[in-house]
């Protein structure tokens, strides 16, 4: 796709070490892009992003389920953007001997971790190891501990000696180790929503804190499954994996991580409309701090960050389908405190979250290739 000639790096921009790039890769820099998983929801949103994407040369979609197709069979809205099929293979050894290659995961759970090794082997014999970067969508590389990966997913890790070799890609508190990182794990959708609305309150004891987090159909993937079956769903409302969802550890972790200390209570719902999450999160405010405290909290932390809008009252998923925004909302009475959190599952959850990881890495803006309002009304 958009396939014109590979240009080379900037001086001195081209070479990774294992787990770090060496050099910042400037503005002018053009990439490739391989999807692993491409006929999925992920996979077709990284193509729609990309395929706008200033810095991206070509991209490679890779599909066992839908080799040979045109893209835009499976996705009508690629229709006149491109008329190219999927990959059987991604074919490494044919890729352009200059330029960053920037690998997206967008699998099921278990996949990328089973294949990790054998890639980064074809990578190395291919002769572009130090030219990839990996962006893993699925929550195969989120954790670090392999007790806790078997706890959430209810299954050993594939590669439990890689766990922790990945950074976690959540941009507004992770950029430092993001910028130049080779290896980044996205977040999940939930994970993103609770965290963005709870890491201000880095330091303090929160006690007890319920976290409710809606989801649309689109959170479930690509393939027809009973919970997203439309005359089973559309008109349905319900709470699913109360208290033992996958994405709690995954939170715990960089809660923990910023001196956080909350029993945290997560229950996911799913709702009756296609794409968006929204979360709302309760709790006592500790002794000290009173709201003044707490929105200085979201200032401080979100001033600067381009893809957090902060929002009077209720954040609306309206304002952020289609967009790589998440709105927060607070309100506080007495000491009894909210945050709201609304986001697009498959963007600021996932893939355009994702381009945006991918940028930071490759030392660009973060905001090149998702600089867009919504639709409205949707
Ligand atoms: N949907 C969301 O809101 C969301 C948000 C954040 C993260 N994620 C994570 O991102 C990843 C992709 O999600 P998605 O919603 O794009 O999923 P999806 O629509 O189900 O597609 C995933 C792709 O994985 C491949 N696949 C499906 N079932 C498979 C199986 N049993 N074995 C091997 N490959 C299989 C297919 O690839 P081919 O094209 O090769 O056939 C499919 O296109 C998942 O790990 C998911 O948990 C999803």
Known sequence: MNRIAPRALPCGASRLTSSRH???????????????????????????LLLGHPNIQAIRAVSKSQAGQAVWITNPNLRG???????????????????AIV?????????????????????????????VTLIDLSGDFRLSNAARFEAAYGQ????AHRLGSFVYGLPEWKAPEIRGAARIANPGCFATALQLALLPLHGLDLGFVAACGVTGSSGSGALPSETAHHPTRAHDFRAYKALEHQHQAEMEGLLRGQGITAELSFVPHSAPMVRGIFAT????????LDEAALRQRFQAAYGNAPFIRQVDGSPRLL???????????LKVN???????????????GMAGQAVQNMNLSLGLSEKTGLWAPGVFPA
């Open 319 to 329: 304002s952020v389908v289609g967009t790589n925004f998440c709105e927060l909302g």
């Open 281 to 288: 999160v309760q709790f006592r405010l500790p002794d000290g």
């Open 22 to 48: 060496t050099g910042v890769l400037g503005q002018a820099l053009k990439s490739h892009a391989v999807i692993l998983g491409a006929a999925g929801y992920g996979g077709g949103e990284l193509l729609r």
């Open 334 to 348: 007495g000491r009894g405190a909210v945050i709201f959190a609304a986001l697009d599952n498959l963007i600021k």
């Open 81 to 99: 953007f491109t008329d190219d099929a999927y990959y059987a293979e991604a074919d490494w050894d044919s890729l352009p001997g200059t330029g």
């Open 156 to 159: 050993p890790h594939p590669c």
């Open 103 to 131: 690998v997206f995961s967008a699998q099921p759970h278990f996949e990328l971790a089973a294949q990790l090794e054998e890639l980064e082997s074809r990578w190395a014999s291919a002769g572009i190891a130090d030219r």
